[in-house]
């Protein structure tokens, strides 16, 4: 199994945010995770992420047979932990070329690879920011300074194809995004698709999955994952709201 | 929060480094007595072979250096300096030359190889003998070819003053007199060395000046002075320094440059700074008190400074530049960098004479460990001044939460046809930023040293091309400790 958390419980500051969820994601698969806002989704990628502040009192993640609790973040990002932000932060001064070349050779030295090439980084470069319909002139900016929402989100993903991480997290990456910036997102969530390759796409609305097909479906409540099921269970909510499952859940 | 902690524990981690490498020891041939007395003042002179005029500017700045006082407005602190216990000339300090790089200290190869500095680059400063090297010295000569095909002078100070003295009588002291401040006067008395420029009329430099291609230029002391003349219409760009770790046990170095600036000419100026920081514990390291200015003579000349400052225990400096003509233009773009317990006080002053002057200032200013970061400016706009401008930005960066960084802007303007702008921000590495770096597999050292070079890259950019890749790495390197 790719990923396989158990009875995770995360606390930040004290107040316990999930309560014991359990999520297993194999090889292969791409897993939908939906539910009302504050329920602890965003808190779940930072927990697998290794972010700061986010304390796991209890439970464990174990990623690729290793549990990871205790692992920096950049290291888990080199195992192939892949987050796309849901508020990608600005860095002045440092061109996204220049960031992400640092990125994918920072992850290659840990393989013990050497480092890209100038003119094979490039040809590399080229390619994703076509899949990802990205200008030029985006990469020669600072890291997502001055980009629009879109401009973000897509640059967010350009680094997910760039880096190929076997397992992506992409934290409400669809929020604010025209249909034709979806399109661009699941374009590139599809190209890295493979029977090596998980993800776990964070979502409020199901429309993302019009063009993502997932394999699975399962809506966070109150810390926990309260229900699971296939592509209709995401048609389902779209349909009928949250309001159901929390009824069914209070009771 | 527990989070800040962890990251104030990183931070310290990853900004307490040490310089690493070891000091050569130098073998002295002649030197002064200690201390300073008018007796001291007649030997430099003399072991220089100096004409009469010299010794007596000298001897003038000496007594008058004995009128003052220390300043003591500058926040840094450091003991006080014993006059008596300083050997004021030592020259021609040769130091012990070794036959092969595999005789110098590896971790000072590997530094020089971390900023990338070529193999015969690396020889001259380890003080490996060069002599043998063809490559090395043909450059040199071509070099000297091409500048007396313009007609450009580029000597050490010394030469200057036997083979150009109506030049040197002319400028020396006209920007900064023996009389300016404590430091100044004390350098005007017993400057060892330094570097003399002069472009005639109408010459573009074809290639940037650096002291390292000056012949007899490795040794300048600790009292070096520094006198540049652009004629009407030249242009030229200076770069001083090194951005490799510069070897040197003066405790004391108290420099003057001056750069005078007539009709429509203009002077690049841009200085790496890395000499020893002192170590961990704030013990050692170097004091540099430099007194720096460029007079704009000229209607429409221009003066820019460029520095990044990364060494010395104890700096106070202040590039600045006297706008006399009308239309000229002063700018200082400053990276200043302290670590562990090193104190930095540095800016600039514009002053505006002439009408329609312009000034721009940006400072960059990045603390890290237990240091102090001080930026120091003045904007002065006279009555004359009419219509002038100055835009300041001064920024400061904080690593850790031990550190201080501390901001002294002074404006004074009267006149009011002019404009005078001043920006400053104060900001922490945020720990999102890291995250994101971190999240990308991107350790948290490099982190810092991605998120400090792009903060500073205003000012990077300003440094002719070469200096500013080597400068880049110097800012990371700093930071991530391998050398001080």
């Known amino acids: 199994m790719l990923l396989n958390i158990k009875d995770l419980h995360v606390s930040i500051d004290g107040k316990e945010i999930l309560r014991g969820l359990n999520l297993g994601v194999n090889e292969g698969e791409i897993h939908a995770i939906m539910g009302p806002n504050g329920t602890g989704k965003s808190t779940l990628a930072a927990a697998i992420t290794g972010r700061d502040g986010y304390e796991i009192t209890k439970g464990t993640i174990e990623y690729k047979g290793k549990i990871i609790n205790d692992m920096e973040p950049d290291e888990r990002a080199n195992l192939g932990i892949f987050l796309s932000f849901q508020y990608p932060v600005e860095i002045p001064g440092v061109s996204m070329t220049n960031f992400i070349r640092t990125a994918v050779n920072s992850q290659r030295e840990y393989r013990g690879e050497e480092p890209l090439t100038a003119s094979a980084f490039l040809k590399k470069l080229d390619e994703k920011k076509k899949l990802v319909e990205i200008h030029s002139k985006l990469t020669n900016r600072s890291v997502n300074e001055g980009f629009s929402g879109g401009e973000k989100k897509k640059n967010e993903i350009f680094q997910m194809a760039m880096l190929e991480p076997n397992l992506a997290i992409l934290d409400e990456t669809d929020s604010g995004l025209d249909i034709d910036a979806l399109k661009v997102v699941a374009k590139g969530v599809n190209a890295l698709s493979s029977p090596e390759n998980g993800f776990v796409i964070i979502t409020h609305y199901q429309r993302l999955l019009d063009y993502i097909i997932p394999d699975f479906v399962h809506v966070i409540y109150d810390g926990r994952i309260v229900k699971s099921g296939g592509k209709g269970l995401a048609l389902e909510l779209e349909e009928r709201g949250y309001d159901w499952i929390k009824e069914q859940f209070d009771n | ?484």
């Open chain 2, 1 to 484: 929060m527990d989070n800040e902690k962890n990251m104030n524990k990183v931070l310290d981690e990853v900004t307490s480094g040490e310089y690493k490498y070891g000091f050569f020891t130098d073998i002295e041939t002649e030197t002064a007595p200690k201390g300073l007395t008018e007796d001291t003042i007649r030997f430099i002179s003399a072991k220089k072979n100096e004409p009469e005029w010299m010794l007596e500017y000298r001897l003038k700045a000496y007594k008058h250096w004995l009128k003052l006082e220390e300043p003591k407005w500058a926040h840094v602190k450091y003991p006080k300096i014993n006059f008596e216990e300083i050997i004021f000339y030592a020259a021609p300090k040769k130091k012990k030359q070794l036959d092969s790089l595999d005789e110098v200290d590896p971790e000072l190869l590997d530094t020089f190889n971390k900023l990338g500095i070529s193999l015969d680059e690396q020889k001259m400063l380890a003080g490996v003998a060069v002599d043998a090297v063809i490559d090395s010295v043909s450059v040199k000569t071509t070099f000297q070819e091409t500048l007396s095909k313009h007609g450009i002078i580029f000597c050490s100070i010394s030469d200057a003053v036997q083979n150009h003295p109506d030049l040197v009588k002319k400028y020396l002291g006209s920007v900064v007199p023996h009389t300016d401040n404590y430091f100044a006067a004390l350098n005007a008395a017993v400057f060892s060395d330094g570097s003399f420029c002069y472009i005639p009329k109408g010459v573009r430099c074809p290639i940037e000046l650096s002291t390292y291609f000056r012949i007899n230029a490795a040794n300048t002391g600790q009292f070096e002075r520094t006198l540049l003349i652009a004629d009407d219409d030249s242009y030229v760009s200076y770069l001083e320094g090194c951005t490799a770790p510069q070897r040197d046990e003066n405790q004391l170095h108290a420099a003057v440059v001056e750069i005078v600036a007539l009709e429509n000419a203009e002077v690049k100026y841009s200085t790496v700074q890395n000499w020893y920081p002192g170590n961990k514990e704030g013990k050692g390291g170097i004091y540099n008190f430099v007194t720096k200015r460029g007079a704009c003579r000229g209607n429409s000349s221009k003066i820019s400074w460029t520095q990044v400052e990364t060494g010395s225990a104890v700096t106070w400096k202040y590039p600045s530049c006297l706008l006399l003509g009308d239309n000229s233009i002063g700018e200082f773009y400053s990276v200043a960098v302290t670590n562990n317990y090193q104190q930095a006080d540095t800016g600039t002053k514009m002053i505006h004479i002439g009408k329609n002057t312009k000034s721009t200032i940006i400072s960059k200013g990045i603390s890290a460990g237990f240091s102090n970061n001080s930026y120091r400016g003045l904007v002065r706009v006279s009555k004359k001044a009419e219509n002038s401008r100055n835009f300041s930005q001064c920024d400061s960066l904080l690593l850790g939460d031990k550190c201080g960084a501390h901001t002294f802007p002074y404006i004074k303007t009267a006149n009011n046809s002019s404009i005078v702008e001043h920006e400053a921000t104060t900001s922490k590495i945020s720990e999102d930023q890291l995250f994101y770096c971190q999240q990308r597999g991107i350790d948290m050292e490099k982190a810092i040293g991605l998120i400090v070079n792009g903060y500073a890259k205003e000012v990077l950019n300003k440094l002719p091309m070469e200096f500013a890749v080597e400068a880049q790495k110097l800012l990371a390197i700093t930071l991530e400790g391998s050398v001080g």
